[in-house]
């Protein structure tokens, strides 16, 4: 099975995936795919936007390096694409980290490398829902957890029981999207 575990950055998906890695119960199970490092590592992108200081993907190019990656893969062990681009890729289901625009905001504005632009920008991204809106586009099998006032095992515990779910052909539906609205968040310049 291969799972997009996607969100607005900030939301957890890095953390999740380090303790997957980390955790020898998981690391047998589960193969992460780190779609920024290739994107970045392998300069999978067409150019970089300077005003936003992010560098647009080349999606065929990405989409491309992905399957050749999964193809290494063990049989059996299913594949995490982890980054906030993974819900644009061919997957069987998408997992979408949430966290509230206000919290997302403090934990961005930790990040050295986000100015106060981008921070707003991630946040209002988060309250407009636009990660969720375009991974039901594109997939039938859409999920959302909200991270916000989560440790971090329980956000781990959630991402597996999706996917556990998911592998014994039953839908998780406490984990269905639309139970979230932050819309009166967004920041209008």
Aim: a positive charge.
């Amino acid at each position: 099975m291969i799972i997009a575990l996607t969100g607005t950055p900030g939301t957890g998906k890095t953390t999740v995936c380090e303790i997957i890695k980390e955790h020898s119960q998981y690391r047998k199970k589960f193969s992460i795919i780190d779609v920024n490092r290739l994107v970045l590592g392998e300069k999978l992108y067409t150019g970089k936007d300077e005003a936003r200081d992010t560098y647009e993907a080349d999606m065929d190019k990405l989409e491309e390096r992905v399957k050749q990656e999964i193809g290494k893969k063990n049989p059996g062990v299913d594949v995490i694409l982890e980054g906030h681009l993974s819900h644009l890729l061919p997957a069987d289901a998408v997992i979408v980290l949430r966290a509230h625009p206000v919290a997302l905001r403090k934990r961005l504005g930790k990040r050295k490398k986000y100015s106060f632009k981008k921070v707003k920008e991630n946040a209002n991204a988060e309250a407009l829902d636009v990660i969720l809106v375009e991974s039901t586009q594109r997939n039938k099998n859409v999920f959302e957890i909200n991270t916000t006032n989560m440790n971090l095992l329980a956000v781990v515990k959630s991402v597996i029981s999706i996917i556990e779910a998911l592998k014994q052909g039953k839908t998780p539906e406490e984990f269905r999207p639309g139970k979230i609205n932050w819309i009166e968040y967004v920041e209008i310049d």
